[in-house]
């Protein structure tokens, strides 16, 4: 265990889409190391074992207009976690826990919070939070806390039977259909068209939270495989301690791929 690093005051710088950088801020928080954030190179054939998505786009102009109809359905009835954004510069780290805290087997003990429901807030006042969202900025994020960026991180997370999308800056989760084999590139692609009719120069990247952890072997005829386990309540999540290693972390990684059309 290691003792949560003091508070830290100003602005939060932002960060950049990078997936190594993210599974950094993942680990510091005490995400097990099976669990990794990946590029998504090909929106048709996203990772087979993705258990959620960050994707990054840009904003301005018509973009709000152009993606707005993705934005407007009301949830299905779920527990689904979501952590609001109340501070200039935490977009990327919101979706990143939007992400995390809704992927099955996923615990972040070195949060540090105890009781039965923490609330988004007090995760987000966490200075384990800060300090973790401060080391995936990096220097060149801290240059440019601040200022505006021009770009917004929202998840795409499967809770239950459903997809849903979490983005920081509205009230609460938004419906994004049904689960199935096809749901999570049906979804992302409609956000990449819309993006892209409005601003056809526009950059954009998505980023996969993928379990790397080997397969269970097939079922065989003298027995069955174990089902898969269920995710454990957030506070359980919260409050679980591991063995941290000291060689999950990385130097300033490279940056995400971008899609331009």
């Known amino acids: 265990h290691v003792d949560p690093p003091p508070p830290v005051e100003g602005p939060w710088p932002p960060l950049a889409s990078d997936p190594d950088a993210f599974t950094t801020f993942a680990r510091d928080l005490g995400a097990d190391e099976r669990y990794r954030f990946q590029d ?21 102009g018509s973009v709000a207009e152009a993606i707005r109809p993705l934005f407007s359905t009301d949830p299905p009835p ?9 501070v200039g510069g935490t977009c990327g780290t919101v979706a990143l826990l ?15 919070i105890e009781g039965d429901r923490p609330t988004a807030a007090a995760i987000m006042a ?29 998840a795409l997370v499967k809770v239950a039977k459903d997809y849903l999308w979490l983005d920081g800056k509205r009230a609460g989760p938004v419906g994004a259909g049904p689960r199935s084999k096809k749901g ?11 993006v892209f009719d409005a601003r056809p120069d526009a950059l954009f990247s998505v980023v996969a939270l993928v379990d790397t952890a080997p397969r269970p072997r097939p079922r065989t005829a003298r027995g069955a495989a174990a089902p898969a386990p269920r995710p454990a309540p957030l506070a ?22 971008m899609y331009r059309k």
Request: glycine letters at 8%.
């Open 236 to 257: 359980t999540r919260l409050s679980l301690r591991r063995t941290r290693s000291s060689g999950d972390s990385q130097d300033r990684p490279r940056r995400s791929k």
């Open 40 to 60: 998504v190179i090909d929106l048709d054939a996203p990772p087979k074992r993705a258990l959620a998505f960050v994707v990054c786009y840009p904003t301005g």
């Open 184 to 194: 999570a590139k049906r979804e992302l692609r409609k956000l990449v068209d819309a």
């Open 98 to 112: 939007n992400a995390l805290l809704n992927a099955p087997g996923v615990a972040l003990p070195e949060i540090g």
């Open 126 to 154: 966490s200075p384990a939070v800060r300090a973790a969202h401060d080391r995936c900025a990096g220097a060149a994020g801290s240059a440019e806390a601040g200022r505006r960026q021009g770009r917004h991180f929202v």
């Open 78 to 86: 779920n527990a689904a976690f979501f952590a609001r954004q109340t």
